[in-house]
């Protein structure tokens, strides 16, 4: 799974309500471009360039999926939608909303539309100023100088007074509140994609099944009757073990900790997969095992139709998997179902994500948060 991109952009304001402006415009890129998880201090600044009102600026640092190219046309629609015209007029201009990429991970991008770093970085305080408030670990990758050291070496004299503070999208949701997350879902469903954003832009300890080793997978796949019994029994000791060695490097009291898989899956791929003698013997060992596990403050289940779920393999395309029937999808859905209700003293949060990206669209990301946030509530 691929980790998202780092972007730090500048944003200005000199017309209008400019606090407002540039709220609306923080807020509007956490909806449509990337989570914004860290918002700089309000700075006044003068007019850099030409002759008008003083401007109000910050900086944001946002997680996305999306390159360079895409953010800024995403830039540009939103600055649109905020009232901003532009026109053929050179030179610098008094305008509602400005918004810059003056970072993108620490790489450098040159074509006609974008250079980044932004060319001129380094002779703004009223960008690195804000910058520096993200307290980021960056290096400028052409002149291989920090923020502070660009600050230090900068010819730019401008006065920039801080005028407030300014409000973060990410600080009303308390994901914190549970301490250990479990995601699970199907095969396909994006249980480790979720798990990894959500650690990402919440600053969590990631725990990942590993599972592209097991010998029996490719077996089980095309053999099921004969290889489901080792399969299962690999699978349930080699989760106990991973899940136990993860957990005991964190503290479930102080730490956030967000993990795609629980142990209790073994068991329901284990009821779909086994006969009946099988299941019996091998319920024996699970529940000796899952007495010994923390349980997570929060189970969220990634519900997804049959259908989406063999689109997304395929396009994941995994070669063992490609032969996987709807009908042990279906079976393994049911079987999640089924045992969610059983589990009384878990908490459980079910969310069906049959029409979700939440890769490709951010509002998606947002709408899971949203129901996460609400059962912290309930």
């Known amino acids: 799974m691929r980790s998202q991109n780092q972007v730090v952009l500048s944003l200005g304001s000199n017309q209008g309500n400019r606090l407002e402006n540039i709220q609306q415009c923080i807020n509007l890129i956490h909806k449509s471009i990337g989570t914004v998880i860290r918002v700089s201090r309000l700075y006044e600044t003068p ?12 900086a944001i640092v946002l997680h996305t999926y999306f390159s360079a190219e895409t953010i800024l046309k995403k830039i540009l629609s939103a600055e649109k939608k905020l009232g901003r015209t532009r026109n053929e007029q050179q030179g610098y201009q008094a305008r509602m909303i400005d918004v810059d990429i003056i970072a993108f991970n620490e790489t450098v991008i040159t074509t006609d539309e974008l250079t980044i770093p932004h060319p001129q970085m380094q002779n703004r305080l009223f960008v690195l100023l804000p910058f520096k408030d993200l307290n980021l670990e960056w290096e400028h990758p052409v002149l291989k100088k920090s923020i502070s050291e660009l600050i230090a070496t900068t010819a730019d004299t401008s006065h920039c007074t801080i005028a407030g503070k300014l409000v973060s999208p ?21 249980k480790t994609t979720l798990a990894t954003k959500i650690s990402e832009d919440f600053n969590g300890k990631l725990i990942l099944e590993g599972f592209a080793d097991n010998p029996f997978l490719p077996k089980f796949y095309k053999d099921q009757a004969r290889y489901a019994f080792p399969l299962e029994m690999s699978f349930l000791a080699d989760r106990y073990l991973q899940l136990s060695d993860d957990l005991a490097q964190f503290d479930l009291f102080k730490d956030f900790i967000v993990a795609d898989y629980h142990i209790f899956k073994s068991l329901i791929f284990a009821k779909v997969t ?21 349980k997570p403050g929060l189970y969220v289940y990634l519900y997804q139709n049959t259908e989406r779920l063999l689109q997304n393999i395929k396009k994941r395309g995994r070669s063992y ?13 049911r079987g999640y179902l089924d045992y969610i209700k059983s589990q009384t003293s878990l908490n459980v949060l079910i969310i069906d994500v049959s029409d979700y990206d939440f890769v490709e669209n951010q509002e998606d990301y947002l709408s899971i948060l949203e129901q996460i946030q609400e059962k912290m509530q309930s």
């Not at 990410?170 to 994006?190: D, L, P, R, T």
């Not at 086994?274 to 923390?294: A, H, N, Q, V, W």
């Open 47 to 58: 007019a850099w360039g030409f002759e008008s009102d003083a401007f109000y600026n910050c």
């Open 274 to 294: 086994l006969g009946s003698d099988e299941f019996r013997l091998y319920k024996t060992m699970f529940d000796i095992i899952y007495k010994e596990m923390p």
């Open 321 to 333: 998997e490609q032969e996987i029937p709807a009908e042990y999808l279906d079976k393994i859905n």
């Open 170 to 190: 990410v600080e009303k949701f308390e994901m914190h509140h549970f301490n250990y997350i479990a995601i699970e879902g199907n095969i396909g469903a994006g």
